[in-house]
Structures are given as C-alpha cells and as structure tokens.
C-alpha cells in the first residue's frame, strides 16, 4: 500500500465525511444546490442530498430561506477552515479539560 493510499484509508476513517465529497465541497461556490454536489463530486442526486443533509447538521453549511440552495458559513469556505475551527475551538479545550462532558446517567438495575 502506497503512502497516498494509507492517507486516505486514515482520512476515510477519521472524518465525518467521505475524501471525494470534502474535495468536492471545496470546489463549490458559496451558495449552491445539491444538484451542484451531485455533479462536481460524480455522485448520485440522492447520495449528494444525504451528504448536504450531513453538511448542515456538521453545521458546514445552512438552508437557504425559501430557496432549495444552500450556503456556506463565511467560516467553511473549504473544510479544513470549518476543521481548524472545531479543533481550536472544541477539541483543544476538551483535551485541556475547558470543555467538559455530560454527565452520563447513572444506570438503575
């Protein structure tokens, strides 16, 4: 297995979203469709509607009022933005202890 090839089984691994789809998304302008997802990543119509329905609960993205378009965060104009974002912001504080975790419920017998 090739260096580039291991990279991206890591990347598949440990992002949210597919490699074609994050490459795809950094081509897309602001506002766009799924329609536009579909065809800039060569995925299926109703594939690109479930990665754009991902895109918005990442908060990668937001409905567009009224409209069936979507647009990107002035923050997430390419994913490794949105990526810098989260770690500076969520996972640095979370490993320093700033950002604390729920407590889980104690389970009854």
Not at 10 to 31: M, S, T
Request: net charge neutral; hydrophobic share 40%.
């Amino acid at each position: 297995m090739s260096r580039e090839e291991s990279l991206l089984e890591v990347l598949e691994k440990a992002l949210p979203l597919p490699p074609r789809i994050i490459v795809g998304y950094n081509q897309l302008e602001r506002d766009f469709t799924s329609g536009d997802l579909a065809r800039v990543c060569d995925i299926s119509r109703s594939s690109a509607k479930f990665y754009v329905n991902k895109l918005v609960s990442l908060r990668l993205i937001t409905k567009v009022p009224h409209k069936r378009m979507y647009q990107k965060y002035a923050n997430a104009n390419k994913f490794s933005d949105w990526m810098k974002d989260l770690m500076r912001f969520a996972l640095e504080p979370l490993e320093k202890g700033a950002l604390q975790l729920p407590e889980e419920p104690e389970e009854e017998d």
